[in-house]
């Protein structure tokens, strides 16, 4: 399934961050997951929202501090 990442910024932007195919096995892990890596950035899941007419997955998300 292709699965989009929206990053959603500080005032609220949102900004397409990746686009890519994800696996069963990937999809059925956020079930467990609340954080993601992706480019040497991590990122809290904020929501998530099936798109029936297109089949993708869309994923909004919000960068953690590198502190974190």
Known sequence: ???YLIEKS???TLI???EREWDTVMI???E???Y???NNQEYQT???KLNVDSGSLELLVVK???DH
């Open 1 to 3: 399934m292709k699965v």
């Open 10 to 12: 500080a005032d609220g």
């Open 16 to 18: 397409p961050i990746d």
């Open 28 to 30: 059925t892990a956020l």
């Open 32 to 34: 467990h997951v609340n």
């Open 36 to 38: 993601l890596s992706v």
């Open 46 to 48: 904020i929501e998530g």
């Open 64 to 66: 953690m501090n590198k």
